[in-house]
Structures are given as structure tokens and as C-alpha cells.
């Protein structure tokens, strides 16, 4: 059974029966350009690598084009090529019973047509400039509402096989009192990360921090903030919330879109 793949937007795999675009294989999973230096420590015979990155990921496909004459091969490798000019578009894959989305552009490309026959086979490389690709779809990993304590924490256990993810929080406050020049922060208390808000908070207020994104809104405007986004690393982990702008009641809804580097099958491992 053939994989779904689109670029795009635009199926890589359109074979009727007659003509189209076969996607035969496409290497992805487990092919991350993983960059670490390491530095030797003195007189101690071991070295440390103090942090890891991952600048980009390399995906192949590789099929055949199939025309049903030598010009209808002909106007489908020039779709087929014109499928492949966007730069940083979606490139979507079925796996592990969902779709995988990564950003990528290609970045090489390889058509050959032995003697000008009805048919042509095609080696494609793109380049992904985020390294982890992502569900489609966001989780919801809490949604409460009514809370009117000053702070809370809340434990989640993460999916995902990235080295982090990174939530989306939105907190509406249906009813405030006392909210000038007040702060409110949100943090990932293993790690210590936590950004801090400080504003004059009314009722209705919609604070929306986006820690893919890196960028805080109230109300759909943008906000200025301090601190450091919190990320989470796949596993339990303790989400914690305080604020002083007087008595609150805050509905809270966290969610997040799931980040992978490679898929790893346990029972709470996210689909992408």
C-alpha cells in the first residue's frame, strides 16, 4: 500500500492506474543532521559536549513519473517540478496512523528518463530547516475552568521523541479585581523555565503565550514579557501558574502540537 505524501499541498502520489506519480519509498524517520562539538576537559583523559543542536533535516523520496505516451510523461514531470518550487512548504506524510508535517524545501532534485521512454524516475532531497516535524492536529493536554487560586501546578505527561516541546497556553480571566501592574507567570518547575507578564489586567482578558513561536498576545496584541519560554521534555513533567492581580477566575486551557525527531511506539507516544 502506497504512503500518502504531499508537498505543498500537492499529492506526490497520483497514480490512477494508468499515469501518475508513484512515491515509492521516503527516507525520514531517524534522519536528523544532529550537530554536537565536544570539547576536551584538562588533564582529566574525557571530553564534555556541552549542548546539542539540530540545524536541519534531510528527507528523500524516491518513485517514478508514469505517462500514458511520451507527452504525457512529458507534462507531468513539468508538474511535477513545479510541485517542487515553494520554499519552506508543508511536506506531509503518513505515519504511525497519522501525518507527519514537516517545513522543507528541496533542495535537490533528480529526473531521469531513460531514452525518452513514457516514464521517468525522480530522487528528491529536502531540506528541513525545523528539524522535528509535527502533528497536524493540536492536543488538548488541560482545559479547566473556575480556578481562582493565586497559583497552581499541573502534572502532564508528554509525548513526542523531540528533546522538547513547546506548549501554547491560553489563560482567560473572567473576572478580575485589583489588576494594576500585576504580574502573571507561567513556568516548567523541573527546569526552572518561566516566563513573567507584567501588565494591568482587566475581566475578559485573553493571555495567549506561544512557546513555539516564542511570543506572547493579550487580547490578539502583542505583549512584552521577561524570562525564558518554558519547554517540557517528552515524559511527566509539572506545569506551574501564579499570578497577583487580585482574586481571579482564570479558565485555563493548555494545549500543545507535538514535536518529533523519531517515532518511538509506547501507549501515550502522540500521533504526527
Not at 252 to 261: D, F, G, I, N, S
Request: with cysteine; net charge neutral.
Amino acid at each position: 500500500m502506497a504512503v500518502n505524501v504531499s508537498y505543498n499541498g500537492n499529492s506526490l502520489q497520483t497514480f490512477d492506474g494508468s499515469h501518475g506519480i508513484i512515491t515509492q519509498s521516503i527516507e525520514h524517520a531517524g534522519k536528523n543532521a544532529k550537530k554536537a562539538q565536544s570539547y576536551a576537559l584538562s588533564h582529566a583523559n574525557a571530553s564534555a559536549i556541552p549542548f546539542v543542536e539540530y540545524p536541519a533535516k534531510p528527507i528523500t523520496i524516491t518513485g517514478v513519473i508514469v505517462g500514458t505516451t511520451i507527452a504525457d510523461c512529458d507534462t507531468l514531470i513539468d508538474t511535477f517540478n513545479g510541485y517542487l518550487v515553494a520554499q519552506g512548504a508543508n511536506l506531509d506524510i503518513d505515519y504511525g496512523g497519522g501525518t507527519r508535517r514537516y517545513v522543507a524545501t528541496a533542495t535537490n532534485i533528480d529526473v531521469q528518463r531513460p531514452g525518452y521512454l513514457n516514464y521517468a524516475n525522480f530522487t528528491v532531497t529536502f531540506t528541513c530547516t525545523q528539524a522535528f516535524g509535527q502533528d497536524v492536529n493540536q492536543t488538548t493536554i488541560l482545559n479547566d475552568t473556575g480556578r481562582t487560586s493565586a497559583s497552581y501546578s499541573d502534572s502532564y505527561t508528554f509525548g513526542g521523541t523531540a528533546p522538547y516541546q513547546q506548549p501554547i497556553f491560553t489563560i482567560t480571566y473572567s473576572a478580575i479585581s485589583g489588576g494594576t501592574n500585576k504580574a502573571v507567570i507561567i513556568g516548567n518547575s523541573g527546569n526552572g523555565q518561566e516566563i513573567t507578564i507584567s501588565r494591568t489586567w482587566a475581566t475578559s482578558d485573553v493571555l495567549v503565550v506561544d512557546c513555539a513561536k516564542s511570543n506572547v498576545t493579550v487580547n490578539g496584541i502583542a505583549t512584552d514579557f521577561t524570562g525564558a519560554f518554558p519547554l517540557f521534555a517528552p515524559g511527566a513533567q509539572t506545569i506551574s501558574y501564579s499570578d497577583n492581580p487580585g482574586r481571579t477566575q482564570p479558565m485555563l486551557k493548555h494545549w500543545m502540537r507535538p514535536t518529533h525527531m523519531l517515532r518511538i511506539r509506547t501507549p501515550q507516544t502522540l500521533t504526527t
